[in-house]
């Protein structure tokens, strides 16, 4: 039997490193170039377009819902829907179950913008990740994605 070699708590072996640092390199990096191409090739920012494509895909979340599905903080979430508001692309509209409760609401000129934005975003998911991997990586990617994304999820429901 081969006995586990014991890492140092206070920093990452070499092996570590050498995964960790292209990761944490990645997760930084995309989302600017994301954020990058959207505004300028159509006025958007990835953190807007990313509540817009929420509220496409989702049944009139609460914004409590939408603050978690996002990734966004609830003060952040809401200033996020009052600036996309302003620009007529969603509105509050009151929970019928909870009238304390504001549920956003993407609205037609919501969908035509992200209906305009679209086109750029996927080109650039496909040119900055999809296309650089097989197939087997890409089911790898996925694999390996959900794994740490549950993992990241567990953490903060217990931070909460």
Known sequence: MTA???RPAHR???DEMAVWLPVIRFVQLLPQALDRTLREE?????AHYAILASLLRTDAPTMG???RIAGLSPSRLSHAIDALAARGWVERTLCAADR???RPALTEAGRDALRRAAPAHVAQIR???LERLDDEQRAQLREIAAVLAEGVEDALRVER
């Open 42 to 46: 159509t006025g958007i920012n990835h």
């Open 100 to 102: 304390r409760a504001q």
């Open 127 to 129: 040119g900055l990740v």
């Open 12 to 14: 990452l072996d070499e």
């Open 65 to 67: 819902e939408l603050a």
């Open 4 to 6: 586990t070699p014991v």
